[in-house]
């Protein structure tokens, strides 16, 4: 989107159709270097301060910046090196800042750009991106950078693809293990054994010996993700409530529905799943972005950092030190914040052995000591949440 001699680039961020600040960003580092005026401030991304009727530049920044993919990201370095980019925040420029997780985007100033021509939920895009962030080399002279690639988080191996027609995200595993693709697919089975709805469906897919998750996109073209970062920024923290209670303050200010039902189902379920990665990132709620109306929590999604995956055989059990999140490092204490167990059907939960061992079993990396470590230690944190919720009456 960089015209010749831009700098820095004037733009207006929209949220769809729907203009809602004037923008002009530094053309090398991608920063936000000034807000310009006002149009339609409700539809600025959810926590950004406009008291004065202006957006607060620092958090408009920080939201930006968090789009960009993270400089922790396994493999980065040199697919940079390869784009010919010197900071993945200079992607952003490259797409117009467009997402599969809402809908906001950078019109150039003077622009007739329509949303409808370039997002990503309704046209192509190029697998440049994807495909040498996952370490295989450039097929062409020229990269196309026009990829939704170019705004994931998180640090593992990442890419958008068109499957069959429908945005998949498809995500690697790390090294030795490659154990988190397949813990997906085992938290969607205990999904379905705890008899959950609201959950995002993980498959497997293999390359070279090397398993891949695989997930439909949960957002559509009318619909936003809006993080629990958002969420948490939008009220302002006192002191006295602890980062639950601002939690809980903020989703029933915004009036969000359904968020105690979800966050009491998903300490339980990270619970079973000793998912050490649910920061406040990973969880959220979703807005429609034409009307701006709440429309429940996220699907749950993004659990594979998990069961013990980085851990050595020996080292798996299910009281071994592990901190988890968002709430307390203590799993058994974030436990003591679910408002009520009577929904648990305990009776699905018998012989999860067998869902992980049929899991894990596909990939040579997971040796039979390992599978059944994992199913001992999860089927102790299943007596420890039943003992838990008898004790809760």
């Not at 949303?115 to 962030?133: A, C, T």
């Not at 619970?271 to 990665?277: G, I, S």
Request: hydrophobic share 35%; net charge neutral.
């Amino acid at each position: 989107m960089t015209p010749e001699g831009g700098n820095p680039v004037k733009c207006i961020l929209m949220n769809k159709n729907t203009p809602v600040v004037e923008l002009e960003i530094d053309e090398d580092t991608a920063a936000i270097v000034k807000v310009g005026k006002g149009y339609e401030l409700d539809f600025l991304p959810v926590g950004i301060d406009n008291g004065a009727g202006i957006p607060n530049k620092r958090e408009l920044n920080e939201w930006w910046y968090g789009r960009a993919i993270p400089a922790s990201r396994s493999g980065l370095k040199a697919a940079l090196e390869q784009m010919a980019i010197v900071q993945p925040e200079q992607l952003l420029l490259k797409c117009y800042g467009l997402s599969l997780s809402d809908q906001y985007w950078l019109k150039p100033s003077g622009s007739q750009l329509a949303w409808r021509d370039i997002n990503f939920f309704e046209n192509d895009f190029s697998n440049d991106v994807g495909n040498i962030l996952f370490g295989q080399p450039k097929q062409n002279k020229e990269i196309n950078l026009m990829s939704p690639c170019n705004t994931s988080d998180g640090w593992l191996k990442k890419k958008w693809k068109l499957v069959n027609g429908k945005r998949c995200l498809i995500k690697a595993g790390s090294n030795p293990y490659m154990q988190e693709p397949l813990n997906e697919v085992f938290g969607t089975r205990l999904h379905q054994r705890l008899g959950y709805k609201n959950y995002v469906s993980y498959t497997l897919s293999w390359e070279e010996g090397k398993p891949y998750s695989v997930c439909e996109n949960f957002i559509t073209a009318d619909t936003e993700l809006v993080s629990a970062v958002s969420i948490n920024r939008s009220l302002k923290k006192r002191s006295q409530f602890s980062s639950y209670q601002h939690f809980m303050r903020a989703c029933r200010k915004l009036g969000i529905p359904g968020m105690q039902q979800y966050i009491d189902y998903l300490l339980v379920f990270d619970y079973l799943m000793a998912n050490t990665d649910r920061h406040f990132g990973n969880f959220g709620a979703i807005r429609d972005v034409n009307t701006l109306q709440w429309l429940g929590p996220a699907p749950v999604f993004d659990s594979g950092t998990s069961l013990w995956h980085d851990k050595l055989t020996r080292e798996i059990a299910f009281n071994a030190p592990i901190e988890m999140k968002p709430f307390y490092a203590d799993g058994s204490r974030q436990l003591e914040l679910v408002t009520d167990f009577g929904w648990i059907p305990f009776a699905n939960l018998i012989d999860l052995k067998d869902d992980i061992t049929e899991v894990f079993a596909q990939s040579d990396r997971m040796e039979e000591e390992r599978m059944k470590a994992i199913a001992k230690a999860v089927d102790k944190r299943v007596e420890a949440l039943r003992e838990m919720a008898q004790g809760r009456g």
